[in-house]
């Protein structure tokens, strides 16, 4: 059974920087989206960052670009989000997600993953 887990979370003041962690069982991710959701209090589900883990192509939001960055360890079988610069407004549940294939703008925008995390908090105080 596949099974993502997020860490890393926390509060944090603005400007500050965390790095959330998803870790996979279950399966390699070797030629999968893996990509980072969060949703604010009252506000819909946004995705933040992708990676492609089969050639590490990268896709970001507009809201985070320049400020976070995901990566991947393969060895770990981990994706990870570094968070830079953070502003309150970053403050929302982050979660991972998973699937199989290309990051296309189509699984991005509507969120169809297949596997997902419990999700990990963030708060940002100004």
């Known amino acids: 059974q596949v099974q993502l887990v997020e860490s890393g979370g926390g509060s944090v003041q603005g400007g500050g920087s965390l790095r959330l962690s998803c870790a996979a069982s279950?399966?390699?991710?070797?030629?999968?989206?893996v990509g980072w959701f969060r949703q604010g209090p009252g506000k819909e589900r946004e995705g933040v960052a992708f990676?492609?883990?089969?050639?590490?192509?990268?896709f970001y939001s507009d809201s985070v670009k320049g400020r976070f960055t995901i990566s991947q360890d393969n060895a770990k079988n981990t994706v990870y989000l570094q968070m830079n610069s953070l502003k309150p407004e970053d403050t929302a549940m982050y979660y991972c997600?998973?699937?199989?294939?290309?990051?296309?703008?189509?699984?991005?925008?509507?969120?169809?993953?297949?596997?997902w995390g419990q999700g990990t908090q963030v708060t940002v105080s100004s």
């Open positions: 279950g399966y390699t991710y070797s030629s999968y989206c």
């Open positions: 997600a998973a699937e199989l294939g290309y990051c296309y703008y189509s699984l991005r925008s509507k969120g169809n993953f297949g596997s």
């Open positions: 990676i492609y883990t089969r050639d590490t192509s990268t």
